[in-house]
């Protein structure tokens, strides 16, 4: 039994085979087309790419047992459709549909941090908790939420956008068009501008010196100059692990999950990074001592937490 | 077939007895202890309501098919436990397994506004909204949230306490301990304060003679200036809503429920408060014209609603 994981991504799309237990056979990837269109639409590529995957690992098409595909972009899980992504542009994708005149295997397709929790749960970090909230802090500040051992969608897979949760009513404009939204404040790139603001302030820092070096200001600029002892960077670096805490201990108290898995470029800080906010968490929870514990923890897939999410999709989508 | 639902409050407790339905047959009240032991625990009390009810009522006890109990603090629903209340001190009280000595019939325990959410989605303005959110505006700010029918609790039932959500991070300081929280800008209290610095900032308002005339400052205070033109008090309803939008518009996006139920004394308010909340979530939305429309109601069970639903939790666990 053969189960097949994409991941969707705006220059290209990452494709894994692996078997029953998700251990991956073989993997692949095609560029997407610059723009698609109503004749040409995605799962055209996306096809391609199952068509290599199976050929590659040399299986029998007759054992694949289910395509799971993970995707940004608003999607309808439960009718397999791409609603809308802004990044290729394209609305209304019935790409379940069209997946079927390529394979029998079932096809299941959902938000990318969705599929991404899922996988850890499945094969990552998450392992043994029934109920948790991975956090990709990238970009944007994306969420996937398991309640019960299932991905938690809210009506018409709309829910589930916590870095649009506001932490500072009336501040910092996010891309959603609210002001003070999680993802202004806890993003990658929203690090970025609050360390180019220090260094403007701190000219003299080695964060500066480090950023000059490196030729960028980048997501662990302040990291790398606050671990040599910089004050400038240290400043920056506790300020913006609280407001990943805010939001954190804000959705402990909401949802009050097993755990916190941290995805994302910056959750590569490991314990610099969780350790602290596992502290706030502890402190800050509502009803701290009386109420069950919530663990931070960061994501490990990595580079295959695309591709192992969307496999675990297509598992759970097949009662695997 | 009947049911009796319990309404635990720090005076009293209320109680009522319905028909399959939920027709209120009967209600009654008895005074709480102002302290309880571990031999004189508060089902004692429970246990006077009840037989009274059932007395009052004149129905065959064999006939009662489930008791509701709705109560603040912290419950552990799943198995029928009081772990802590501070308004009447206790812990850790088992009601179930003491009301078991009384009655044949099944008990079942929840939070208050996890009770009042399932009321008002059975019985009351959220009928025919599979997810919603009953929020409740009161001396703090409750929240009730029903997924796909049924009470979202939370890992061991801590979770739905989206009152400590922070929309103001570093803000005022809340009750729970943390600053910022939503409750602290968008409770009945936080009202009060907020009308009392305007009154200090604007003695000549009207706001200010209502507020002398009344003998004290509440939660209308402003709304009632306001809506006599009293510019001082326009700006702090206008602001109140806003914090009060500013969560229901976080809650949408990490939910998308169907529908947000507002409960406590300033709903009475209606479309004065509910029509700038429906604007908000409709124009700040994530994806606003892409994802399913979120609707804002008052709740409508009012003084009923704890007895209702704790009639409906038991309904619900009777698979009634």
């Known amino acids: 039994m053969y189960y097949i994981g994409i991941d969707v991504g705006g220059m290209s799309i990452k494709g894994g ?32 790419l199952t068509a290599k995957l199976i050929e590659g690992a040399g299986i029998d098409e007759k054992e694949l047992k289910g395509i ?51 996988g850890e749960y499945r094969f990552g970090s998450g392992k043994g908790y029934d109920n948790l909230i991975f956090v990709t802090l990238g970009t944007g500040v994306g969420s996937g939420i398991i309640i019960d051992g299932k991905i938690f969608r809210g009506v018409e897979g709309a829910g589930a956008e916590a870095g649009h949760m506001v932490i500072m009513a009336g501040g910092e404009r996010c891309n959603c068009g609210r002001r003070g939204c999680w993802e202004a404040y806890a993003s990658a790139s929203a ?54 805490g805010e939001g954190l201990v804000s959705l402990a108290n909401i949802f009050r999950p097993r755990a916190f898995l941290i995805g994302g470029g910056i959750s590569k800080e490991g314990e610099y990074l969780t350790a602290p906010l596992q502290h706030k968490l502890d402190t800050e929870n509502f009803g701290s001592k009386f109420n069950p514990e919530v663990v931070v923890k960061p994501a490990i897939l990595r580079n295959d937490a695309g591709i192992l999410g969307a496999v675990a999709l297509a598992m759970q989508g097949t009662d695997n």
Chains 1, 2 share one sequence.
């Open 17 to 48: 085979l692996t078997d029953g237990d998700g251990k991956l056979l073989y993997t692949d990837t095609v560029v997407t087309a610059g723009a698609y269109t109503e004749e040409h639409t995605i799962s055209e590529d996306i096809h391609k």
């Open 191 to 244: 690090l970025i501008r609050q360390t180019k603001a220090a260094i403007a302030a701190h000219p003299e820092s080695a964060m500066a010196r480090i950023a000059e070096e490196a030729g960028e200001v980048n997501g662990i600029t302040a990291f790398k100059a606050a671990k040599e002892g910089d004050e400038a960077a240290k400043a920056v670096v506790d300020k913006y692990i609280d407001y990943v």
């Open 68 to 118: 799971g595909i993970g995707q940004a972009g608003s999607i309808d899980s439960e009718r397999g459709i791409i609603r809308y992504w802004n990044n290729i542009p394209m609305e209304n994708v019935h790409v379940r549909e069209e997946m079927a005149k390529y394979h029998k295997a079932p096809v299941f397709i959902d938000n990318d941090a969705n599929v991404a929790a899922l």
